[in-house]
């Protein structure tokens, strides 16, 4: 289901993305949530929730680099 902040986002998008990368996160998982709703929409078995995700943290290493403490920093 689509998240309304990103306090409800999952413990491990929040504990180790800043707040701006949790932003983008929020934004392209609610829009690819509203945007694969059916199964025809989705390529292979993934389910909606799944290709949410992984479509959020592709915006997100758009951006963001992940670094060798687990935590995300905005790439040069």
Known sequence: ???DSPRDLPDNVRNVLPAHAQDI???AYNNAWDTNA???DR???DSR???AHKVAWTA???RYSKQADGRWRASD
Do not use: F, I, N
Request: proline share 11%; charged share 35%.
């Open 43 to 45: 390529r292979g078995d």
């Open 25 to 27: 996160y929020l934004s």
């Open 49 to 51: 929730e799944e290709v």
């Open 38 to 40: 059916h199964p025809d």
């Open 60 to 62: 997100v290493k758009q």
């Open 1 to 3: 289901m689509p998240y």
